[in-house]
C-alpha cells in the first residue's frame, strides 16, 4: 500500500476539498471559483516551490472537479492556482 502525507495550500478563489490515495494515484477534488477566472492545479516537493502546473488548466464555474495524477513521491503539496484569462 502507498502511504503519503499531503499537504494542502490554498490559493485565492478556489479551493481544495479533498486529497485523498489509491492504487499508486493520488485524486484530488476542488472546487473552482466562478466568474471567468481560470483553476491550474499545481504541485512542489516543497512548500516553497517551485511549483509545476499538472492537468490542463479549469475555467471557473463555481463547480468541484476532480484530478487523477500518479503518485510519485511520499510527500507533496497542491494548490489551485487562480488567475485572470
Do not use: C, K, M
Not at 493520488?26 to 471559483?33: C, E, G, H, L, Q
Amino acid at each position: 500500500a502507498v502511504r503519503a502525507i499531503i499537504t494542502v495550500v490554498p490559493e485565492r478563489f478556489s479551493f481544495i476539498s479533498r486529497v485523498d490515495s489509491q492504487g499508486g494515484n493520488v485524486r484530488i477534488n476542488y472546487w473552482t471559483a466562478s466568474g471567468g477566472v481560470d483553476q491550474q492545479v499545481e504541485t512542489a516537493s516543497e512548500v516553497g516551490g517551485p511549483w509545476q502546473t499538472v492537468g490542463a488548466p479549469v475555467a471557473g464555474d463555481g463547480r468541484q472537479h476532480e484530478l487523477i495524477q500518479p503518485l510519485d513521491a511520499f510527500h507533496r503539496f497542491f494548490r489551485v492556482r487562480s488567475s485572470a484569462p
